[in-house]
Protein backbone atom coordinates (compact mmCIF):
# COMPACT_ATOMS: atom_id res chain seq x y z
CA UNK A 1 0.00 0.00 0.00
CA UNK A 2 2.41 2.30 0.59
CA UNK A 3 4.64 1.78 -2.52
CA UNK A 4 0.99 2.11 -4.29
CA UNK A 5 0.68 5.51 -2.66
CA UNK A 6 4.74 6.72 -3.23
CA UNK A 7 4.29 6.03 -7.02
CA UNK A 8 1.10 8.08 -7.14
CA UNK A 9 2.74 10.78 -5.31
CA UNK A 10 5.49 10.66 -7.67
CA UNK A 11 2.96 10.97 -10.84
CA UNK A 12 1.18 13.36 -9.24
CA UNK A 13 4.02 15.71 -8.55
CA UNK A 14 4.94 15.40 -12.08
CA UNK A 15 2.02 16.27 -13.58
CA UNK A 16 2.15 19.51 -11.09
CA UNK A 17 4.99 20.25 -12.45
CA UNK A 18 3.76 19.66 -16.17
CA UNK A 19 1.73 23.12 -16.64
CA UNK A 20 1.20 21.99 -19.90
CA UNK A 21 -0.75 18.83 -19.22
CA UNK A 22 -2.19 21.16 -16.42
CA UNK A 23 -4.03 23.71 -18.95
CA UNK A 24 -4.65 20.65 -20.95
CA UNK A 25 -6.74 19.16 -18.22
CA UNK A 26 -8.64 22.45 -16.58
CA UNK A 27 -8.53 24.93 -18.61
CA UNK A 28 -9.20 23.63 -22.18
CA UNK A 29 -12.50 22.26 -21.48
CA UNK A 30 -13.35 25.14 -20.43
CA UNK A 31 -12.46 27.33 -23.21
CA UNK A 32 -13.68 24.32 -25.57
CA UNK A 33 -17.17 24.98 -23.96
CA UNK A 34 -17.11 28.62 -24.00
CA UNK A 35 -16.48 28.84 -27.98
CA UNK A 36 -19.18 26.00 -28.25
CA UNK A 37 -21.50 28.05 -26.60
CA UNK A 38 -20.92 31.17 -28.14
CA UNK A 39 -21.28 29.85 -31.51
CA UNK A 40 -24.32 28.21 -30.89
CA UNK A 41 -25.61 30.68 -29.32
CA UNK A 42 -25.71 33.02 -31.66
CA UNK A 43 -28.24 34.64 -33.80
CA UNK A 44 -28.72 31.69 -36.29
CA UNK A 45 -31.80 32.48 -37.03
CA UNK A 46 -32.54 31.04 -40.89
CA UNK A 47 -34.04 34.15 -43.05
CA UNK A 48 -34.69 33.65 -46.53
CA UNK A 49 -34.47 35.76 -49.66
CA UNK A 50 -36.56 35.39 -52.42
CA UNK A 51 -36.81 36.78 -55.94
CA UNK A 52 -39.78 36.82 -57.31
CA UNK A 53 -40.41 36.98 -61.41
CA UNK A 54 -44.09 37.77 -62.16
CA UNK A 55 -45.80 36.97 -59.04
CA UNK A 56 -49.38 38.62 -58.47
CA UNK A 57 -49.08 41.44 -55.81
CA UNK A 58 -51.15 39.22 -52.85
CA UNK A 59 -48.47 36.27 -52.84
CA UNK A 60 -45.67 38.53 -53.04
CA UNK A 61 -47.23 40.84 -49.81
CA UNK A 62 -48.28 37.87 -47.73
CA UNK A 63 -44.72 36.32 -48.24
CA UNK A 64 -42.89 39.13 -47.30
CA UNK A 65 -45.32 39.50 -44.53
CA UNK A 66 -43.62 36.45 -43.13
CA UNK A 67 -40.80 37.15 -40.28
CA UNK A 68 -38.75 34.64 -42.19
CA UNK A 69 -38.78 35.96 -45.88
CA UNK A 70 -37.59 38.99 -47.51
CA UNK A 71 -39.05 39.37 -51.10
CA UNK A 72 -36.72 41.19 -53.81
CA UNK A 73 -39.00 42.02 -57.34
CA UNK A 74 -37.20 41.28 -60.54
CA UNK A 75 -38.28 42.23 -64.19
CA UNK A 76 -37.14 39.19 -65.82
CA UNK A 77 -36.01 35.78 -65.55
CA UNK A 78 -32.47 36.42 -66.65
CA UNK A 79 -31.85 39.23 -64.07
CA UNK A 80 -33.77 36.99 -61.28
CA UNK A 81 -30.90 34.12 -61.93
CA UNK A 82 -28.38 36.74 -62.03
CA UNK A 83 -29.29 37.78 -58.38
CA UNK A 84 -29.30 33.94 -57.33
CA UNK A 85 -25.81 33.01 -58.62
CA UNK A 86 -24.74 35.86 -56.39
CA UNK A 87 -26.08 35.31 -53.56
CA UNK A 88 -28.47 37.99 -53.63
CA UNK A 89 -30.91 35.69 -52.89
CA UNK A 90 -31.91 31.94 -52.09
CA UNK A 91 -34.79 30.74 -54.55
CA UNK A 92 -36.86 32.64 -57.51
CA UNK A 93 -40.31 32.17 -57.69
CA UNK A 94 -41.85 32.49 -61.22
CA UNK A 95 -45.37 32.75 -62.48
CA UNK A 96 -45.87 31.26 -65.97
CA UNK A 97 -49.17 30.68 -67.17
CA UNK A 98 -50.65 30.14 -63.12
CA UNK A 99 -48.48 27.86 -62.42
CA UNK A 100 -45.20 28.38 -59.90
CA UNK A 101 -41.84 28.02 -60.85
CA UNK A 102 -39.64 27.99 -57.76
CA UNK A 103 -35.32 27.28 -58.13
CA UNK A 104 -33.49 26.85 -55.26
CA UNK A 105 -30.08 27.55 -54.46
CA UNK A 106 -29.92 25.16 -52.23
CA UNK A 107 -26.39 25.50 -50.85
CA UNK A 108 -28.40 26.37 -47.54
CA UNK A 109 -31.23 23.19 -46.65
CA UNK A 110 -32.26 25.62 -44.06
CA UNK A 111 -33.10 28.30 -46.44
CA UNK A 112 -34.44 26.27 -49.07
CA UNK A 113 -36.78 24.79 -46.04
CA UNK A 114 -37.85 28.35 -44.96
CA UNK A 115 -39.05 29.25 -48.23
CA UNK A 116 -41.02 25.88 -48.99
CA UNK A 117 -43.20 26.63 -45.96
CA UNK A 118 -43.42 30.08 -46.18
CA UNK A 119 -44.54 29.47 -49.46
CA UNK A 120 -46.90 26.95 -48.76
CA UNK A 121 -48.03 29.05 -45.54
CA UNK A 122 -48.72 31.92 -47.96
CA UNK A 123 -50.75 30.16 -50.62
CA UNK A 124 -53.03 28.50 -47.95
CA UNK A 125 -53.54 32.02 -46.42
CA UNK A 126 -54.71 33.15 -49.60
CA UNK A 127 -56.62 30.24 -50.41
CA UNK A 128 -58.66 30.97 -46.39
CA UNK A 129 -58.70 34.50 -47.91
CA UNK A 130 -59.96 34.20 -51.34
CA UNK A 131 -62.61 31.26 -49.76
CA UNK A 132 -64.28 33.80 -47.28
CA UNK A 133 -64.93 36.33 -50.48
CA UNK A 134 -66.24 33.24 -52.49
CA UNK A 135 -68.41 32.59 -49.47
CA UNK A 136 -69.59 36.59 -49.47
CA UNK A 137 -70.16 36.04 -52.88
CA UNK A 138 -71.95 33.34 -52.93
CA UNK A 139 -74.45 35.10 -50.36
CA UNK A 140 -75.19 37.82 -52.59
CA UNK A 141 -74.98 35.54 -55.59
CA UNK A 142 -76.54 32.27 -55.04
CA UNK A 143 -77.61 30.97 -57.89
CA UNK A 144 -74.02 31.10 -59.25
CA UNK A 145 -72.60 30.78 -56.14
CA UNK A 146 -70.76 27.37 -56.46
CA UNK A 147 -69.00 28.58 -59.54
CA UNK A 148 -67.26 31.33 -58.17
CA UNK A 149 -65.83 29.06 -55.28
CA UNK A 150 -64.36 27.08 -57.60
CA UNK A 151 -62.88 29.66 -59.71
CA UNK A 152 -61.90 31.88 -56.70
CA UNK A 153 -60.22 29.20 -54.91
CA UNK A 154 -58.15 27.27 -57.03
CA UNK A 155 -54.43 26.96 -55.93
CA UNK A 156 -51.47 26.93 -58.73
CA UNK A 157 -48.74 23.71 -59.42
CA UNK A 158 -45.52 24.17 -57.71
CA UNK A 159 -42.53 23.16 -60.07
CA UNK A 160 -40.00 22.45 -57.92
CA UNK A 161 -35.91 22.89 -58.95
CA UNK A 162 -32.56 22.86 -57.31
CA UNK A 163 -29.34 24.42 -58.41
CA UNK A 164 -27.38 22.26 -56.09
CA UNK A 165 -28.45 18.51 -54.90
CA UNK A 166 -32.24 17.88 -54.88
CA UNK A 167 -35.21 17.76 -52.24
CA UNK A 168 -33.58 14.91 -50.37
CA UNK A 169 -30.81 17.02 -49.48
CA UNK A 170 -29.91 17.45 -46.13
CA UNK A 171 -27.62 19.64 -43.78
CA UNK A 172 -24.77 16.98 -44.06
CA UNK A 173 -24.56 17.80 -47.67
CA UNK A 174 -23.88 21.69 -46.36
CA UNK A 175 -21.50 20.20 -43.78
CA UNK A 176 -19.39 17.98 -45.93
CA UNK A 177 -17.09 20.40 -47.81
CA UNK A 178 -15.89 21.85 -44.01
CA UNK A 179 -15.25 18.30 -42.57
CA UNK A 180 -13.62 17.39 -45.61
CA UNK A 181 -11.18 20.19 -45.28
CA UNK A 182 -10.99 20.07 -41.67
CA UNK A 183 -10.11 16.15 -41.39
CA UNK A 184 -7.20 16.88 -44.03
CA UNK A 185 -5.82 19.39 -42.18
CA UNK A 186 -6.23 17.39 -38.80
CA UNK A 187 -4.59 14.27 -39.49
CA UNK A 188 -1.70 15.97 -41.91
CA UNK A 189 -1.00 18.45 -38.58
CA UNK A 190 -0.65 15.70 -36.24
CA UNK A 191 1.76 12.91 -38.56
CA UNK A 192 4.07 15.66 -39.65
CA UNK A 193 4.17 17.42 -36.56
CA UNK A 194 5.01 14.11 -34.54
CA UNK A 195 7.42 12.96 -37.23
CA UNK A 196 9.90 16.16 -36.77
CA UNK A 197 9.15 15.74 -33.35
CA UNK A 198 10.33 12.04 -32.81
CA UNK A 199 13.60 12.84 -35.23
CA UNK A 200 14.53 15.82 -32.33
CA UNK A 201 14.46 13.69 -29.73
CA UNK A 202 15.72 10.54 -30.69
CA UNK A 203 18.71 12.62 -32.15
CA UNK A 204 18.67 11.89 -35.50
CA UNK A 205 17.98 15.45 -36.09
CA UNK A 206 21.27 16.33 -34.36
CA UNK A 207 23.42 13.53 -36.28
CA UNK A 208 21.80 15.31 -39.52
CA UNK A 209 23.06 19.03 -38.81
CA UNK A 210 26.39 17.67 -38.46
CA UNK A 211 26.51 17.54 -42.09
CA UNK A 212 26.28 20.51 -44.00
CA UNK A 213 22.91 20.06 -44.71
CA UNK A 214 20.96 23.29 -43.50
CA UNK A 215 17.92 23.96 -41.13
CA UNK A 216 15.79 25.20 -44.21
CA UNK A 217 16.87 22.40 -45.74
CA UNK A 218 15.04 20.08 -43.72
CA UNK A 219 12.25 21.94 -43.97
CA UNK A 220 11.94 22.18 -46.95
CA UNK A 221 12.51 18.46 -47.23
CA UNK A 222 9.93 17.66 -44.69
CA UNK A 223 7.38 20.09 -46.72
CA UNK A 224 8.23 17.80 -50.39
CA UNK A 225 7.80 14.14 -48.65
CA UNK A 226 4.79 14.22 -46.40
CA UNK A 227 3.29 16.96 -49.28
CA UNK A 228 3.45 13.78 -51.66
CA UNK A 229 1.64 11.89 -48.90
CA UNK A 230 -0.95 14.42 -48.14
CA UNK A 231 -1.73 14.57 -51.95
CA UNK A 232 -2.26 11.55 -51.60
CA UNK A 233 -4.10 11.55 -48.52
CA UNK A 234 -6.78 14.46 -50.31
CA UNK A 235 -6.85 12.27 -52.96
CA UNK A 236 -8.04 9.45 -51.43
CA UNK A 237 -10.32 11.11 -49.16
CA UNK A 238 -11.95 13.50 -52.11
CA UNK A 239 -12.58 10.15 -53.90
CA UNK A 240 -14.12 8.40 -51.43
CA UNK A 241 -16.44 11.07 -50.39
CA UNK A 242 -17.41 11.56 -54.30
CA UNK A 243 -17.79 7.66 -55.10
CA UNK A 244 -19.48 6.50 -52.16
CA UNK A 245 -20.89 9.16 -49.84
CA UNK A 246 -21.68 10.56 -53.10
CA UNK A 247 -21.27 14.15 -52.33
CA UNK A 248 -22.27 15.99 -55.60
CA UNK A 249 -19.61 18.72 -56.71
CA UNK A 250 -21.57 21.20 -58.85
CA UNK A 251 -17.75 22.93 -59.94
CA UNK A 252 -14.67 21.14 -61.29
CA UNK A 253 -13.32 18.09 -58.98
CA UNK A 254 -9.95 19.54 -59.80
CA UNK A 255 -10.55 22.47 -58.33
CA UNK A 256 -11.63 20.80 -55.35
CA UNK A 257 -8.24 18.55 -55.45
CA UNK A 258 -5.68 21.61 -55.81
CA UNK A 259 -7.67 23.17 -52.85
CA UNK A 260 -7.42 20.52 -50.46
CA UNK A 261 -3.91 19.70 -51.63
CA UNK A 262 -3.14 23.28 -50.58
CA UNK A 263 -5.34 22.62 -47.13
CA UNK A 264 -2.61 19.93 -46.22
CA UNK A 265 0.50 21.63 -47.29
CA UNK A 266 -0.98 24.86 -44.53
CA UNK A 267 -1.30 21.75 -42.34
CA UNK A 268 2.04 20.64 -42.61
CA UNK A 269 3.67 23.43 -41.89
CA UNK A 270 1.65 23.94 -39.21
CA UNK A 271 2.52 20.58 -37.84
CA UNK A 272 6.23 21.16 -38.21
CA UNK A 273 6.18 24.81 -36.94
CA UNK A 274 3.83 23.36 -33.15
CA UNK A 275 6.73 20.57 -33.13
CA UNK A 276 9.43 23.44 -32.33
CA UNK A 277 7.51 24.14 -29.45
CA UNK A 278 7.27 20.43 -28.08
CA UNK A 279 9.02 18.38 -26.09
CA UNK A 280 7.49 14.90 -26.58
CA UNK A 281 4.43 14.00 -28.47
CA UNK A 282 2.14 13.79 -25.85
CA UNK A 283 2.73 18.34 -25.74
CA UNK A 284 2.12 17.94 -29.35
CA UNK A 285 -1.35 16.67 -28.46
CA UNK A 286 -1.68 18.71 -26.14
CA UNK A 287 -1.68 21.77 -28.83
CA UNK A 288 -4.58 20.15 -30.53
CA UNK A 289 -7.29 22.40 -28.49
CA UNK A 290 -5.83 25.72 -29.49
CA UNK A 291 -5.03 25.39 -32.70
CA UNK A 292 -7.28 22.74 -34.34
CA UNK A 293 -10.06 22.72 -32.69
CA UNK A 294 -11.07 26.59 -33.48
CA UNK A 295 -10.53 25.56 -37.14
CA UNK A 296 -14.04 23.67 -37.19
CA UNK A 297 -15.51 26.13 -34.95
CA UNK A 298 -14.64 29.30 -37.01
CA UNK A 299 -14.68 27.57 -41.14
CA UNK A 300 -18.59 28.39 -41.65
CA UNK A 301 -20.68 25.56 -40.27
CA UNK A 302 -22.24 28.50 -38.53
CA UNK A 303 -22.60 31.46 -40.58
CA UNK A 304 -19.65 34.16 -39.52
CA UNK A 305 -21.62 37.16 -40.42
CA UNK A 306 -24.27 35.98 -37.08
CA UNK A 307 -20.95 36.06 -35.35
CA UNK A 308 -19.45 39.28 -33.39
CA UNK A 309 -16.45 41.32 -34.88
CA UNK A 310 -14.34 39.71 -32.61
CA UNK A 311 -15.04 36.16 -33.91
CA UNK A 312 -14.50 37.66 -37.51
CA UNK A 313 -11.53 38.62 -37.06
CA UNK A 314 -10.49 35.30 -35.48
CA UNK A 315 -11.42 33.50 -38.76
CA UNK A 316 -9.52 35.65 -40.52
CA UNK A 317 -6.81 34.41 -39.30
CA UNK A 318 -7.19 30.70 -39.24
CA UNK A 319 -6.14 29.06 -42.74
CA UNK A 320 -9.29 26.40 -42.84
CA UNK A 321 -11.66 29.53 -42.93
CA UNK A 322 -10.49 30.12 -46.60
CA UNK A 323 -9.87 26.54 -47.26
CA UNK A 324 -13.02 25.41 -46.19
CA UNK A 325 -14.61 28.70 -48.06
CA UNK A 326 -13.06 27.99 -51.40
CA UNK A 327 -14.20 24.08 -50.58
CA UNK A 328 -18.34 25.25 -50.53
CA UNK A 329 -17.76 27.71 -53.59
CA UNK A 330 -16.72 25.10 -55.85
CA UNK A 331 -18.37 21.71 -53.99
CA UNK A 332 -21.91 23.40 -53.53
CA UNK A 333 -22.23 26.82 -55.91
CA UNK A 334 -20.24 25.43 -58.59
CA UNK A 335 -17.57 27.81 -58.53
CA UNK A 336 -14.75 28.44 -61.09
CA UNK A 337 -11.33 29.34 -60.62
CA UNK A 338 -11.32 33.12 -60.18
CA UNK A 339 -14.26 32.49 -57.75
CA UNK A 340 -11.75 30.76 -55.02
CA UNK A 341 -8.33 32.55 -56.05
CA UNK A 342 -8.10 34.92 -52.90
CA UNK A 343 -8.61 32.10 -50.92
CA UNK A 344 -5.83 30.07 -52.38
CA UNK A 345 -3.64 32.89 -52.18
CA UNK A 346 -4.35 33.31 -48.73
CA UNK A 347 -3.63 29.67 -48.36
CA UNK A 348 -0.43 29.95 -50.15
CA UNK A 349 0.49 33.65 -48.12
CA UNK A 350 0.46 30.66 -44.88
CA UNK A 351 2.83 27.90 -46.33
CA UNK A 352 4.98 30.58 -47.05
CA UNK A 353 4.95 32.61 -43.47
CA UNK A 354 4.82 29.29 -42.03
CA UNK A 355 7.91 28.19 -43.56
CA UNK A 356 9.55 31.07 -42.79
CA UNK A 357 8.82 30.24 -39.21
CA UNK A 358 10.04 26.76 -38.76
CA UNK A 359 13.50 27.52 -40.62
CA UNK A 360 12.92 30.14 -37.81
CA UNK A 361 11.39 28.58 -35.30
CA UNK A 362 14.69 25.40 -35.60
CA UNK A 363 17.41 27.99 -34.68
CA UNK A 364 15.39 30.09 -32.10
CA UNK A 365 13.68 27.60 -29.74
CA UNK A 366 15.59 24.02 -30.45
CA UNK A 367 19.73 23.91 -30.08
CA UNK A 368 19.87 21.66 -33.18
Known amino acids: MMRIIAIAKRVLKELLRDKRTLALIFIAPLVILALLSYIFNVNTTTNATIGAVNVEQTLRTTLDDTSK ?3 KTYGDNESAKRALADEKVDAIIRNTDGDLYVTYANTDVGKTNVTKA ?8 NKMTQL ?3 VKTMQEKLPTGRQVIQSSTSSPTIHNSYNYGDGDSTFFDKMMPIMIGFFIFLFVFLISGMALLKERTSGTLDRLLATPVKRSDIVFAYLISYGIVAIVQTLLIVGFSVTLLHVEVAGSIWLVTVTTVLI ?5 SFGIFISTFAK ?4 MIQFMPIVVIPQLFFSGLIPLSAMGTWAQWLASILPLKYGASALNTVILKGGNFDNILGNLLALVVFIVILSVGNIIGLKRYRKV
Open 69 to 71: INV
Open 280 to 283: SEFQ
Open 264 to 268: ALVAL
Open 132 to 134: AKA
Open 118 to 125: ALQGALTK
